[in-house]
């Protein structure tokens, strides 16, 4: 009987021994630890989604937090030291840090589906001008108002309906008809009722936004060049941007 006791104690301390082991030995490969990424897409479809489940399989230790937020409040963050990266849309000429090109996704209207758009293949800017537009604050919705603003030529160039909501309540609301939203690509992966998702197009085809993942050269957390060296793996084309290092 003490023979028996004996041997299940030395299985657990051995058991627990190569368990601390494990995870020494993980963090002394930059496996572990927290990072925290800052983004204002969604994460129900795409690249973004793609990477960060590439990411928990090869890390699977990390922590990873996230932050949602505007462009320009997710930069400030940065800047701040309170987040670690930020994979945001279209270029920002207020960070002086690190920047990497990364994917670009198309812009997409989610229209009610009674809606006369709604039996189109595709939607063109001009067709929005006079459409009840919701619009956020948050996310992509600033850079998709300069965008529309860009298109149609004019600064009061639909009716905006703005609401201080993320990104799945619009949706709901649009199901709900109390407007349109543009939207990117990422967001289509999920289903609402009463939505359809058409692409937005000029005279050229689909209308794209571009993304960058920015982080400060002098952090000194652990996880992140492991985030930016898989990132330059999966997208080697875009990674060999100029402007990142």
Same mark, same amino acid.
């Given at each position: 009987?003490?023979?028996?006791?004996?041997l299940?104690?030395?299985r657990r301390i051995?058991?627990?021994?190569?368990?601390?082991?494990?995870?020494?030995?993980?963090?002394?490969?930059?496996?572990?630890?927290?990072?925290?990424?800052?983004? @204002?897409?969604s994460?129900?479809?795409?690249? *973004? !989604?793609?990477t960060? #489940?590439?990411h928990?399989? +090869?890390? &699977?230790?990390?922590d990873?937090?996230?932050?949602?937020?505007?462009?320009?409040?997710?930069?400030?963050d940065?800047?701040?030291?309170?987040?670690?990266?930020?994979?945001?849309?279209?270029p920002?000429?207020?960070?002086?840090?690190?920047?990497?090109?990364?994917?670009s996704?198309?812009?997409?209207?989610?229209?009610?589906?009674?809606?006369?758009?709604?039996? @189109?293949?595709?939607?063109?800017?001009g067709? *929005? !001008?006079?459409?009840? #537009?919701?619009?956020?604050? +948050?996310g &992509?919705?600033?850079e998709?108002?300069?965008?529309?603003?860009?298109?149609l030529?004019?600064s009061?160039?639909?009716?905006?309906?703005?609401?201080?909501?993320?990104l799945?309540r619009?949706?709901?609301?649009?199901?709900m008809?109390?407007?349109?939203?543009l939207?990117l690509?990422?967001?289509?992966g999920?289903?609402?009722?009463?939505?359809?998702?058409?692409?937005v197009?000029?005279a050229?085809?689909?209308?794209?936004?571009?993304?960058?993942?920015?982080?400060?050269?002098?952090?000194g957390?652990?996880?992140?060049?492991?985030?930016l060296?898989l990132?330059?793996?999966?997208?080697?084309?875009?990674?060999?941007?100029p402007?990142?290092?």
């Amino acid at each position: 009987m003490e023979g028996r006791e004996f041997l299940e104690d030395a299985r657990r301390i051995v058991g627990e021994a190569e368990a601390m082991a494990a995870r020494l030995k993980t963090r002394s490969r930059r496996e572990s630890g927290r990072l925290t990424i800052g983004i @204002h897409t969604s994460l129900s479809a795409g690249n *973004l !989604r793609a990477t960060l #489940l590439e990411h928990r399989h +090869r890390f &699977p230790d990390a922590d990873r937090q996230f932050v949602d937020g505007a462009s320009e409040h997710l930069i400030s963050d940065l800047a701040s030291s309170a987040i670690d990266v930020a994979v945001v849309a279209d270029p920002n000429p207020n960070w002086s840090g690190k920047s990497l090109v990364l994917w670009s996704e198309r812009v997409i209207a989610a229209l009610p589906a009674k809606h006369p758009l709604a039996s @189109h293949d595709v939607v063109h800017w001009g067709e *929005l !001008r006079r459409e009840p #537009l919701l619009m956020s604050q +948050r996310g &992509p919705g600033p850079e998709l108002l300069k965008l529309l603003i860009s298109k149609l030529g004019s600064s009061d160039p639909c009716k905006l309906l703005r609401h201080d909501v993320g990104l799945d309540r619009l949706l709901c609301m649009v199901g709900m008809d109390f407007g349109i939203l543009l939207a990117l690509e990422s967001a289509t992966g999920a289903t609402y009722p009463g939505v359809i998702f058409r692409e937005v197009h000029d005279a050229e085809g689909p209308t794209r936004l571009s993304f960058r993942v920015y982080w400060r050269q002098s952090n000194g957390n652990p996880l992140v060049r492991p985030f930016l060296d898989l990132i330059r793996e999966r997208y080697p084309d875009l990674s060999a941007d100029p402007g990142g290092s």
